[in-house]
């Protein structure tokens, strides 16, 4: 690394368990970020023996104080380690982008100190193999748009505070309903709960033109199935979305096509209100025109998908677009049990207009 020439985008540092005791890792990180400027680090540890009790104090991440608050750094994982404190975490306001895969967590309030050290992120995957029996999961963390959380045993309780949350990627959680507490204001907009089937699997999806780059992030951590359950999605959806507008219904089909194997169990799509102004047959997004969304006779997303249920909310049978994917659900034949649309509020008049739209 230190005759690497230029600043390292990204560095996956590999290493055994001596290597953490003597330092080396120590020096490892201190050369990729101090001196290399790391954006994204990753840390793989080569001893992990599973959630075997007798190895879990063996592999606590012991590193210096401060390790991780390098300016540069932005994005970290951490492979196969145990948590015990927030040390190695002191001071980083600079982190955007928390991973911990197959991480042991000795206490949830470990993980609750090390959120607290880290009050910028905006990303957070946890892939959690285990945590000790009766904790409570506890995230809280006012900036953070995205989580993702596996947990594959039982867990006592999950709490999630968390006021700009726009993605919620439940992969799997063993949770009674009555003790899984969100607050997040731009998921909790939903009607269905997290409940709909057995895995308790769901992603909650409140769609935005996002940048480019932090669009591509999100989808590339919803799509990763690395080290955990090496198979399609499984589970519902519940979206959140302008349909006129062309770059939110890419994000959505794009979304969709994760279920592209395995049946989704249900759909649910809250309509936002209409954000685009144009001439009849066009819709705009950023002041240009694009053609109609559906104008095509192709399936939407594809000719495979299928979902048992969808429900459709504050759906607005003026709205050609909304009628348009309605339509198309049905005589694609992409619903396979039942379809509900909940009409929007609105005066007498207007629902008897919708209420004729969706007959038709």
Same mark, same amino acid.
């Given at each position: 690394?230190?005759?690497?020439?230029?600043?390292?985008?990204?560095?996956?540092?590999?290493?055994?368990?001596?290597?953490?005791?003597?330092?080396?890792?120590?020096?490892?990180?201190?050369?990729?970020?101090?001196?290399?400027?790391?954006?994204?680090?990753?840390?793989?540890?080569? =001893?992990?023996?599973?959630?075997?009790? *007798?190895?879990?104090?063996?592999?606590?991440? *012991?590193?210096?104080?401060?390790? +991780?608050?390098?300016?540069?750094?932005?994005?970290?994982?951490?492979? *196969?380690?145990? @948590?015990?404190?927030?040390?190695?975490?002191?001071?980083?306001?600079?982190?955007?982008? @928390?991973?911990?895969? =197959?991480? +042991?967590?000795?206490?949830?309030?470990?993980?609750?100190?090390? @959120?607290?050290?880290?009050?910028?992120?905006?990303?957070?995957?946890?892939?959690?193999?285990?945590?000790?029996?009766?904790?409570?999961?506890?995230?809280?963390?006012?900036?953070?748009?995205?989580?993702?959380?596996?947990?594959?045993?039982?867990?006592?309780?999950?709490?999630?505070?968390?006021?700009?949350?726009?993605?919620?990627?439940?992969?799997?959680?063993?949770?009674?309903?009555?003790?899984?507490?969100?607050?997040?204001?731009?998921?909790?907009?939903?009607?269905?709960?997290?409940?709909?089937?057995?895995?308790?699997?769901?992603?909650?999806?409140?769609?935005?033109?996002?940048?480019?780059?932090?669009?591509?992030?999100?989808?590339?951590?919803?799509?990763?199935?690395?080290?955990?359950?090496?198979?399609?999605?499984?589970?519902?959806?519940?979206?959140?979305?302008?349909?006129?507008?062309?770059?939110?219904?890419?994000?959505?089909?794009?979304?969709?096509?994760?279920? =592209?194997?395995?049946?989704?169990?249900?759909?649910?799509?809250?309509?936002?209100?209409?954000?685009?102004?144009?001439?009849?047959?066009?819709?705009?997004?950023?002041?240009?025109?694009?053609?109609?969304?559906?104008?095509?006779?192709?399936?939407?997303?594809?000719?495979?998908?299928?979902?048992?249920?969808?429900?459709?909310? =504050?759906?607005?049978?003026?709205?050609?677009?909304?009628?348009?994917?309605?339509?198309?659900?049905?005589?694609?034949?992409?619903?396979?049990?039942?379809?509900?649309?909940?009409?929007?509020?609105?005066?007498?008049?207007?629902?008897?207009?919708?209420?004729?739209?969706?007959?038709?």
């Amino acid at each position: 690394m230190k005759n690497h020439r230029g600043p390292l985008e990204s560095c996956i540092i590999h290493h055994y368990l001596s290597q953490c005791e003597n330092g080396t890792l120590d020096s490892w990180i201190n050369i990729a970020t101090r001196m290399k400027d790391t954006k994204d680090l990753t840390l793989i540890n080569h =001893n992990y023996h599973g959630i075997n009790e *007798r190895y879990q104090a063996k592999f606590l991440l *012991r590193l210096r104080r401060d390790a +991780f608050s390098h300016h540069s750094l932005t994005s970290l994982s951490l492979c *196969r380690f145990s @948590l015990s404190g927030p040390r190695a975490f002191r001071n980083c306001s600079n982190l955007k982008t @928390l991973k911990l895969v =197959n991480s +042991f967590i000795t206490q949830g309030t470990v993980l609750n100190n090390v @959120l607290v050290a880290c009050p910028s992120l905006e990303v957070i995957v946890l892939r959690v193999s285990s945590l000790t029996q009766g904790d409570v999961l506890k995230i809280e963390n006012n900036n953070l748009k995205f989580l993702q959380v596996s947990y594959a045993y039982e867990i006592e309780k999950i709490e999630v505070y968390a006021a700009c949350l726009d993605v919620l990627d439940l992969k799997f959680i063993n949770c009674e309903e009555e003790d899984f507490i969100l607050a997040a204001p731009n998921i909790r907009q939903f009607k269905r709960d997290y409940w709909v089937c057995s895995s308790y699997a769901h992603l909650s999806y409140n769609v935005s033109y996002l940048a480019q780059e932090k669009k591509n992030i999100w989808h590339a951590l919803m799509v990763s199935e690395s080290d955990f359950f090496h198979m399609s999605r499984r589970g519902s959806l519940s979206v959140s979305l302008d349909v006129t507008n062309p770059k939110e219904v890419e994000i959505l089909k794009e979304v969709l096509l994760m279920w =592209n194997i395995r049946e989704m169990t249900e759909l649910e799509i809250l309509f936002k209100n209409n954000n685009a102004a144009g001439k009849e047959g066009e819709c705009y997004t950023n002041g240009r025109a694009h053609e109609k969304l559906w104008e095509d006779a192709k399936p939407f997303p594809n000719a495979v998908f299928r979902v048992s249920v969808v429900r459709m909310y =504050n759906f607005d049978g003026s709205n050609e677009e909304e009628v348009a994917l309605a339509s198309h659900f049905v005589m694609q034949k992409t619903v396979t049990k039942k379809m509900m649309i909940e009409i929007s509020s609105s005066p007498p008049e207007k629902k008897i207009e919708v209420e004729a739209a969706v007959e038709s």
